[in-house]
């Protein structure tokens, strides 16, 4: 993977800006650096590079053979090789052995229809001085970040938004975004800073003039209840189809000038991943495990079980409280993005020992829960809103057994029907609630109550719900669709792209130059997912019901049988040794609180003083609570974020 800027501006761009903007994202790209401006000044493209693909010439800016069109790109594009032959058949001359130079040519030949073409993870952006415009488009699913801004006249594109500050785009929060984010509702085009918008993933997005329209390309399609209820594939036809499909994303994934790692957990999506790879090599995979020293949360155990299984090699990566508690600020940094809890900081930590062991590309198994309905919230609703005649009573017990069963995160799943008025416009627009919506709108509900007056009056009216949802195109997605996989739709253009796909992706793989793949979310696998039988995402109480049949052979028994259990860390103990649980003091206690503009310093102080007395159950929420203030806190710090 890699790091970009570009724009064109309404006067000569600054250079001294442009090395700035690209200095601030050597972490994306710490093999080679170029930039691209034009005679004017106004055009201008640069590039941080992560050579994995034709390491010795494929360096960017990248340009036609005229030196009209001007490109730059982050990510990978599957199933290159194939889409080159054809374009050397049809006369496109090569100049490099990168992958990234199929888009060059897909651009000439196609113009903005190239990405039905592309299968992958990326983002890019093209100068196309011939027609007067900015070209950028982004990957399906967001895996890869693009953001934009139009400041003084001037657009700019770059991949963080740390790279459009030292541009001279200015730091300020967005209240209504913030104020989204916090109920983890925030659209899917819209940032966390004033005037700083992503393009959605799917779309491509055309700027000329200081304007910038986007459009959609691609979005998930899943079938009509009534589609699904004539699906005649057996069970049998079905797992096969789904592993033909997932072997062909992990093969097309292990194309590499370097070595390929593996990212391994206790968890089905990983080993799963990483036993087809296995197969596949004619080498042990190294497979890299986090560790921690609470037995409730550390899964080094099942991982080094699945590792010696399939033949891959076993590395630990131990992480205690003080590890966490020293990276914390600087993953804050890196991901631009408010945390709920200390995972993100995990895979920050386990990303630099990748680093450290000279990997540059890993296995990541993300994705699968959101196309399977892998989270405990999806059980809850097929248990609940399931469109066949249910017995209570059998509900009642099998709700119960599902929060039972989820000791690491009480609270993920809710066990009561609070009523939050916010959610009632998505009763209407639905005809049900989502249950991961009810989960982060206790949080969402618990942390804006704290916003200082200002805040509460900037956003007095405020309907994240109906404001995020208003952007999807429910009627066409969601009409006569079964509510599983109307949760998983609002889920995967939501939650995914917003916060796993930054807080426990990119962000904090590239922080230190780790190209994370994500099976999962190749294009043919979410196709084959969408149109899926419920009863094979969710049989009864068993999540990715498919997975574990398709990679039976590949995993362990024990990861065949085990429940899904959400990734996360273990919370801060109450005592003045933990590490974590200082931090969080140090940050609530000082002056960084008293400065940040957006949460009430004595109720923020209150609040957690009464933090040792709560149940476990309150300790989740208030631990959740704990992070937001505490990173958005740091955010203003490191962003210098103005009033």
Known sequence: MCGF??????????????????????????????????????????????????????????????????????????????????????????????????????????????????????????????????????????????????????????????????????????????????????????????????????????????KVETYPYWDMNFPTAAELARDDRTDEEVVDGFRDALSDAVRERLVADVEVASYLSGGIDSCSVLGLAQQMMDRPIRAYTLCFDDDLFDESALAKEQAEFCGATFHPVPVSSQDLADAYSDAVWHSETPFVNGHGVAKYLLSREVRDSGIKVVFTGEGADEMLGGYPPFRRDVLLYNSETQDPEIVE???????????????????????????????????????????????????????????????????????????????????????????LYTWSRIHLPNFILTFLSDRMEMAHSIEGRVPFLDTVVAEFCAATPIHMKINGMREKHVLREAAKDVIIEQVYNREKHPFSTPPPKDTESDALNQLYEDVIGGQLLDDQGLFEPGIVRQLFSVMPSESPQEKFERDGFANRVVSFTLMHERFGVSA
Not at 41 to 67: E, V, Y
Not at 109 to 116: F, S
Not at 438 to 448: A, D, E, N, P, R
Request: with cysteine; hydrophobic share 40%; glycine share 10%.
């Open 5 to 210: 800027v570009g724009g064109l501006l309404e006067r000569p761009v600054d250079d001294a800006r442009l090395d700035a903007s690209l200095e601030v994202i050597h972490h994306r790209g710490p093999d080679a650096r170029g930039k691209w401006v034009s005679q004017d000044g106004r055009w201008f493209l640069g590039h941080t590079r992560l050579s994995i693909i034709g390491l010795d010439n494929g360096a960017q800016p990248m340009s036609n053979a005229s030196g009209d069109v001007q490109m730059v790109v982050n990510g990978e594009f599957y199933g290159y090789r194939a889409i080159r032959e054809e374009l050397k058949a049809q006369g496109y001359v090569f100049q490099t052995d990168s992958d990234s130079e199929v888009a060059l040519h897909l651009y000439h030949r196609d113009g903005m229809d190239l990405g039905k073409h592309l299968r992958g993870e990326y983002a890019a952006v093209i100068a196309d001085r011939k027609n007067q415009l900015v070209f950028a488009i982004r990957d399906r699913f967001g895996i890869k970040p693009l953001f934009y801004a139009v400041h003084e006249g001037g657009v700019y594109f770059a991949s963080e938004i740390k790279s459009l500050l030292e541009l001279g785009v200015p730091a300020r929060w967005d209240h209504q975004a913030v104020y989204g984010e916090c109920f983890m509702m925030r659209p899917h085009s819209q940032s966390l800073f004033e005037g700083i918008y992503t393009v959605p993933p799917g779309h491509y997005a055309i700027a000329r003039k200081g």
């Open 397 to 487: 017990k099998l709700l119960g057994e599902m929060q039972a069963s989820n000791k690491a995160v009480p609270g993920f799943v809710p066990d009561e029907q609070r009523h939050i008025p916010l959610l009632d416009p998505v009763e209407r627009m639905l005809g049900f609630v989502p249950s991961w919506m009810h989960t982060f709108s206790l949080m969402g509900q618990m942390t804006t109550e704290i916003f200082r007056k200002e805040v509460k009056d900037a956003v007095i009216g405020s309907q994240p719900y109906v404001t995020t949802l208003g952007r999807l195109p429910l009627h066409e997605r969601l009409a006569g669709r079964d509510p599983l996989n109307q949760a």
